[in-house]
């Protein structure tokens, strides 16, 4: 009886546990390499992506995982079917060395945030 049961549970689990539904395909990488940047001056990049599902998408919330790092997006923009959007990312150096930062966007109807990561070396 607990053999069959967990025949039931275990599927059902998984399929809500990993959101495998892709909803986005980013048109850039997902990380970007500023290269060498100058301390106090900030820089930002540009992340595209392209709703490939069938239904319309919208940019929920952008996560960093620091201060340092601002997301900007269009809060009220409705993503179409085969359409793009934007997310923009803007760092602010304050201290100097090689930095690696990440932030999570969060799409309408996935559970999962998307990961894009920034990185580069901050000089005096």
Same mark, same amino acid.
């Given at each position: 009886?607990?053999?069959?049961?967990?025949?039931?549970?275990?599927?059902?689990?998984?399929?809500?546990?990993?959101?495998?539904?892709?909803?986005?395909?980013?048109?850039?990488?997902?990380?970007?390499?500023?290269?060498?940047?100058?301390?106090?001056?900030?820089? %930002?990049?540009?992340?595209?992506?392209?709703?490939?599902? @069938? +239904?319309?998408?919208?940019?929920? $919330?952008? =996560?960093? #995982?620091?201060?340092?790092?601002?997301?900007?997006?269009? %809060?009220?923009?409705?993503?179409?079917?085969?359409?793009? @959007? +934007?997310?923009?990312?803007?760092? $602010?150096? =304050?201290? #100097?060395?090689?930095?690696?930062?990440?932030?999570?966007?969060?799409?309408?109807?996935?559970?999962?945030?998307?990961?894009?990561?920034?990185?580069?070396?901050?000089?005096?």
């Amino acid at each position: 009886m607990l053999k069959s049961t967990l025949y039931l549970i275990i599927p059902f689990l998984a399929l809500n546990f990993f959101d495998t539904d892709q909803k986005i395909e980013w048109q850039v990488p997902t990380t970007h390499d500023f290269g060498s940047i100058k301390k106090d001056i900030p820089v %930002e990049h540009i992340f595209t992506f392209k709703n490939i599902s @069938g +239904t319309p998408l919208t940019v929920d $919330n952008v =996560r960093t #995982s620091c201060g340092c790092t601002a997301p900007e997006w269009d %809060e009220t923009e409705v993503i179409l079917p085969d359409s793009t @959007g +934007t997310v923009k990312l803007i760092f $602010n150096a =304050r201290a #100097s060395g090689y930095f690696y930062k990440m932030a999570k966007v969060f799409f309408n109807g996935q559970k999962k945030g998307e990961k894009l990561y920034i990185e580069g070396d901050v000089i005096p």
